[in-house]
């Protein structure tokens, strides 16, 4: 296809251009220890059955190859597709199913086709079936298991259009609602063999501040694909019987089931289409259909969504949802302010419902000071929160929707940044058209991960919704970390929890309480027991500027202490708004231990300390990163202070790096500093004039604060980076604002100023690396870039900030 082939081509030219003769290198593996971990087969996949009876294991391999990743794919408005199979390009990694029944231990294989890739299990509503998806080179089909029997079929050998969406039980847990290839589709439309003209845009006048999104449409041809590949035809199929009903006709379409399974939310998205925008912001109309494809109401019409800028929401209906426990009912927000964040309004959002047969005028039920966020449905009462972006203010009430005149009772009044008063989320009970609390009744159950200064404690507490009063029923011990998975209980005296520590990979139990006596449920063993041996701890320090930091340190297997290593800083800047929350611990020393992909841990095994997550705090708000450099370097100069305090590191060998964000970090870090001696940055931007209408958190444009987008771009200070630095990116990388182009101009940059760089493009992957070949290089790359430049490297006469 000439999409595939111009990417592959442009590749193929931009690669020739900047790096050297014959540089084009078979894939290098790290060393056989890492190999060994990361060809082991993951912990398998658990989910719980909506009547909490049954446990479902999803095994899976760890990686897929390089020439699972290399197929052909096709990028269109912000999907990508996979031409063979006519669904989303990747996907799942499952390969076996299996059940087991809580209160027993039994225990069976769910019987699953040898070829093909198994998509997510979904439970029926009676939690008697289980519905899958098995994906070839034919196509998509749907498979049904029993699970009392772990028998399973496929349903119907009609194929299924997994660009639109995935099949969805009815009520009655016999029938499902799907996204079918339209009968008769033919052949993948042809590329032209001559252009048929230019690809024109134009505009004029109204502002639309377009962020960089990739894969979009390019021309009419693309536009072609993108009909071919996202229309389908509605259906319902009998699970037992394979009969399928069609429902209404074919469409760029996608929808969602009353709980009476009487009428369908369509969701049509129309032309014109953009080239500068993915297809969520494509016009669109949303409608009510019955049982036989023709519409009873429509519930809104909206154009091309171009001028959302951040914070923005769109006028009209938004968020229309079914709610659960009634029949065939509506919900939707709507602004009241114009979808303007800026716009002064004593409301900005009304709730609205409206029942079926849809003729009445909708009712208004609530209206929220701040940007409505959403409903968690209860028996009579609900909870309803709403949002302030700008202070990070989060509230919830209690609320009753069929008696909108009852006065509103506050439950939690929160900084959104501040983990330590997060009161957890409530656990949900899962229903046709959607979930409501799980309660017994006043009470409902909160779960959360209870950050705290010692670390995460995960707990279950309950809630009254009378009186507001809440209680602790059941918190993590102190050297473990366990968190509450399910209810099995209403009353929640039998709990289902996934254990960990530092030592012992999680398991899931069965707790009773209040006793806390506990029954294991799995017996998973360590899929690296190589690792066995590392420590890790949590530090604390403070910035010069008095903002407490934290990170977790680990050292490799056999380390004594007073021992300096080599070191690798691996971080991920974020903004807050509260310096009193920034510096808070989120985490614990006390999980376990797992490596997968390229991760940075690995470097534990070839004999360095690795400090992870070290908190980097960018505080101010909305004017954060007007000292976003000021505060980076006092976070990191901080860090290295105490672990060489610590008497773990050694000052002239530490080395930096991060992903994404954490490689912009890294490039500025080594532009500003001479804290650290070579640095690696994965899948980063470093020119920010590239990302002009906003990055992260900051919403200012280019053209408002030139100067800033200037000093936060590394790019910009390249004649000052002479640490050397290993850019590694994904050729395919799909993330916005991080274009290859960006890796690929600052290697040229560094080259340009004399300095000491490496360039590794990725064929084929995007911005996390999928496949086995890649991340085994990934580390390869890692491993030698530090080995030579940190591990090995001369002192020098002295480090601080320039």
């Known amino acids: 296809m000439r999409q595939i082939a ?23 593996t790290p060393p056989q220890v890492i190999n060994d971990i990361l060809d082991a087969p993951p912990i398998p996949g658990v989910s719980v059955s909506p009547d909490r009876q049954w446990l479902l294991f999803s095994d899976r391999t760890s990686m897929p190859s390089i020439a699972e990743v290399s197929e052909p794919m096709l990028r269109l408005a912000g999907a990508r597709i996979n031409p063979a199979t006519k669904g989303l390009f990747g996907g799942s990694r499952r390969t076996a199913l299996r059940l087991k029944l809580i209160a027993t231990g039994a225990e069976h294989q769910v019987t699953v086709p040898t070829e093909g890739s198994l998509g997510t299990p979904q439970w029926s509503p009676d939690s008697r079936r289980i519905a899958f998806t098995v994906s070839s080179g034919s196509g998509i089909v749907l498979w049904v298991a029993d699970v009392a029997t772990g028998q399973a079929k496929q349903v119907t050998t009609a194929r299924l259009n997994g660009v639109s969406g995935s099949c969805a039980w009815l009520a009655d847990g016999q029938r499902l609602l799907c996204p079918w290839v339209p009968e008769g589709r033919g052949a993948i439309p042809a590329p032209p063999q001559v252009p048929r003209g230019p690809a024109i845009q134009e505009t004029s006048g109204s502002k639309a501040m377009i962020r960089t999104y990739q894969d979009l449409l390019q021309n009419g041809y693309d536009e072609a694909l993108f009909d071919y590949f996202f229309t389908a035809q509605l259906g319902i199929v009998d699970a037992a019987t394979g009969a399928r009903t069609p429902v209404g006709a074919p469409g760029v379409i996608s929808a969602g089931a009353s709980p009476s399974g009487e009428y369908l939310l369509v969701t049509r998205i129309q032309r014109p289409y953009s080239y500068l925008f993915p297809a969520d912001a494509f016009p669109q109309v949303q409608e009510v259909w019955n049982g036989q494809g023709q519409v009873v109401h429509t519930v809104l019409r909206r154009g091309l969504q171009e001028d959302m800028a951040s914070g923005w929401v769109p006028t009209g209906p938004r968020n229309v949802t079914w709610r659960p426990q009634q029949l065939a009912t509506l919900v939707w927000a709507e602004a009241l302010d114009g979808g303007n964040p800026k716009q002064q309004a004593a409301h900005r959002d009304r709730v609205l419902m409206l029942a079926a047969p849809f003729t009445g005028e909708p009712v208004e039920i609530a209206r929220t000071q701040e940007r409505y966020r959403g409903i968690q449905w209860g028996q009579a009462a609900a909870l309803i929160s709403d949002y302030e972006r700008t202070t990070r203010r989060a509230r919830t009430w209690v609320f009753e929707p069929d008696r909108p005149a009852t006065p509103w009772r506050l439950v939690w009044d929160l900084n959104s940044e501040d983990a330590y008063g997060d009161p957890g989320s409530p656990l949900m ?13 006043d009470w409902l159950y909160l779960t959360g991960t209870g950050a705290s200064a010692e670390g995460d404690r995960p707990f279950l507490d309950r809630l009254n919704l009378r009186t507001l009063r ?9 050297q473990t970390y366990e968190s509450v998975v399910a209810v099995l209980s209403d009353d929640a005296r039998r709990v289902l929890t996934r254990s960990e520590s530092a030592t012992e990979p999680p398991n899931y139990l ?4 209040p006793s806390g006596k506990a029954t294991a449920l799995t017996a998973f063993r360590d899929p690296a027991p190589q690792l066995t041996g590392i ?3 949590l530090i604390t320090y403070t910035r010069q500027d008095g903002v407490p930091l934290n990170g977790t340190l680990y050292l490799p297997p056999g380390y004594r202490p007073g021992t300096r290593l080599p070191l690798v800083v691996w971080a991920y800047p974020r903004e807050f708004l509260d310096a009193s929350v920034a510096g808070q611990v989120r985490g614990t020393a006390n999980r376990f ?11 534990l095994t070839q004999g360095y300390a690795v400090l992870d997550g070290p908190s980097m705090p960018i505080l101010g708000g909305d004017t954060a990163n007007n000292t976003y450099i000021e505060q980076l370097v006092a976070s990191a100069q901080a860090a290295v202070d105490k672990v060489v305090e610590m008497g773990v590191a050694d000052r002239d060998r530490i080395g930096v790096g991060g992903h994404s964000y954490g490689a912009f970090m890294t490039a500025n870090l080594l532009a500003h500093t001479d804290l650290f001696r070579a640095g690696i940055a994965r899948s980063g931007a470093y020119n920010r004039s590239l990302t002009p209408f906003g990055f992260q958190a900051e919403e200012r444009t280019f053209w408002e604060v030139p100067e800033l987008y200037q000093r936060m771009s590394p790019f910009w200070y390249a004649d000052r980076l002479k640490e050397p630095i290993l850019f590694i990116h994904g050729e395919a990388d799909n993330n916005t604002g991080t274009f290859p182009i960006q890796s690929e101009r600052m290697y040229a940059a560094v080259k340009g100023n004399g300095g000491t760089a490496r360039l590794v493009f990725l064929p084929s992957e995007a911005h996390g690396y999928s496949a086995a070949e890649s991340n085994k290089h990934v580390l390869y790359e890692m491993i030698a870039w530090f080995d030579k430049y940190v591990k090995n490297a001369p002192p020098r006469p002295s480090a601080g900030p320039q």
């Open 6 to 28: 111009r990417s592959l081509l442009g590749a193929a030219c931009f690669a020739a251009l900047i790096l050297p003769a014959a540089a084009q290198e078979p894939y290098r």
């Open 429 to 441: 009970r899962p229903l046709p058209g959607g979930s409501v609390l799980l309660q017994r009744g």
């Open 470 to 478: 809440t209680e602790r029923l059941w918190r993590s011990g102190a």
């Open 510 to 513: 069965v707790r009773q309480l």
């Open 535 to 537: 420590k890790k701890q």
């Open 593 to 603: 231990t797992t490596f997968s992909g390229a991760s940075h841990l690995f470097f």
